[in-house]
Every structure is written in structure tokens, then in C-alpha cells.
């Protein structure tokens, strides 16, 4: 049983900077895909972006394209998304999650087997 923790969220203003991190206990990533996912109040968990430990493909959703990376830290056998140039609108709880997804089904929720508890981003002035 894979177990995710993720850390790094916090309250910045827009314009800022956020390092998010996701961390496994009880295995590792070799040979998943992982992806980070957001839900604000009331609204529902949409996809931000995700990363195949193997091979380092990174998919991206629009609305973050440009301004959010996904890595690998190999030497830490984390999940890094580093989140520049924020916006209100990018608070939300984000959570990471682990699956084989294929390439069509990275950014739905349902492809993702293993979810981390979801760590809190506040983006305001």
C-alpha cells in the first residue's frame, strides 16, 4: 500500500511563488504516473498536472501551463510542482495521486488509485 504525503502549501499573495512536494511510504514511483489534482470550495477536484516517473512525460492542464512545472527529485523519490507567478484563483486544496494512467486518461481522477490527504494553497492579497 503506497502512501502519499504532500507538503509545501501555504497562504502567498498573487505574483508569488509555491513549492509543493508529494512523497511515498510503503513503495515507490517506479513505473507510475503521478499527478497533482485541486479542489476549491465548492467546486469540483480538477487536474493540474502530472509526471510517468519512467521516462519523465509531463502533461499539463491550460490554466497552468507556463506558470507550474511537475519534476522528478529522484534523490529524495519525491514529486515536485513548482508553482510561479500564483493567482487568486489558484487556491485550493491540492492533493497528488498515483496510477498508470494512459496518456488519454492522465488528467481524470479515476485513473489514480493511490491519493494523498491534500495540502492547502491560499492565494490573496
Known amino acids: 500500500q503506497v502512501q502519499l504525503v504532500e507538503s509545501g502549501g501555504g497562504l502567498v499573495q498573487p505574483g508569488d511563488s509555491l513549492r509543493l512536494s508529494c512523497s511515498a511510504s510503503g513503495g515507490s514511483f517506479g513505473g507510475y504516473g503521478i499527478a497533482w489534482f485541486r479542489q476549491a470550495p465548492g467546486k469540483e477536484r480538477e487536474f493540474v498536472a502530472a509526471?510517468?516517473?519512467?521516462?519523465?512525460?509531463?502533461y499539463y492542464a491550460d490554466s497552468v501551463k507556463g506558470r507550474f512545472s511537475i519534476s522528478k527529485d529522484r534523490a529524495n523519490s519525491a514529486v515536485v510542482l513548482q508553482m510561479n507567478s500564483l493567482k487568486p484563483e489558484d487556491t485550493a486544496v491540492y492533493s497528488c495521486?498515483?496510477?498508470?494512467?494512459?496518456?488519454?486518461?492522465?488528467?481524470?481522477?479515476?485513473?489514480?488509485?493511490?491519493w494523498g490527504q491534500g495540502t492547502q494553497v491560499t492565494v490573496s492579497s
Open positions: 495521486a498515483v496510477g498508470r494512467p494512459i496518456a488519454s486518461s492522465v488528467s481524470t481522477t479515476t485513473a489514480y488509485y493511490y
Open positions: 509526471i510517468r516517473w519512467s521516462g519523465g512525460n509531463t
